[in-house]
């Protein structure tokens, strides 16, 4: 995927942003999405880019601060990240087995009307890339038990691996 794909995919959750804000980009990989944040938010906005695996993100817009922090976040999040305005997760939901119990700890940092934009396979079958799938109908009834009242698809496409589609979501108060 491209940083124009990436940036594609997320960029309807932030059409009525502008405020500097603080975002988390859990499960990271090579910063893509990182990237793609940098490109979209507002300069003076924070990013923690969060990965179980060592990286070296490229450099992004100067204007944004960027962090890189080597962390399993399906454990939840450091301390010192918290009083976020969002957390993005592409592509590493699927990897986590009690979806709900991550998502309630993840909610706990933060502002209360904080937003999470998920990028996931719309499928039910796992294989061993996407072991725990999540499809948009399950995802967004597994946000309606966390309390969230609007879960919507807001961009899809289609993978290049198998015949899947990607979509992102974002769920919102």
Known sequence: MTLTEAINMINPAFQDSGNI???ADLGCGSGLYTSALAEILSDGSEIYSIDKDNQTLPI????????????????????????????LMANSLHYILDKKQLLRKLKLKMKPKGRFVIIEYDTQ??????????SFVELKELFATLGYPKTEKIAQRKSVYRND????????Y
């Open 21 to 23: 804000e603080k975002w």
């Open 60 to 87: 992004v817009n100067p204007g944004i601060k960027t962090e890189f922090i080597q962390h399993d976040f399906s454990k939840g999040l450091p301390k010192h990240i918290e009083n976020l305005d969002g957390i």
């Open 125 to 134: 079958r796992a294989n061993s890339w996407v072991p725990y799938p999540i």
């Open 165 to 172: 589609v990607m979509y992102t979501a974002i769920a919102e």
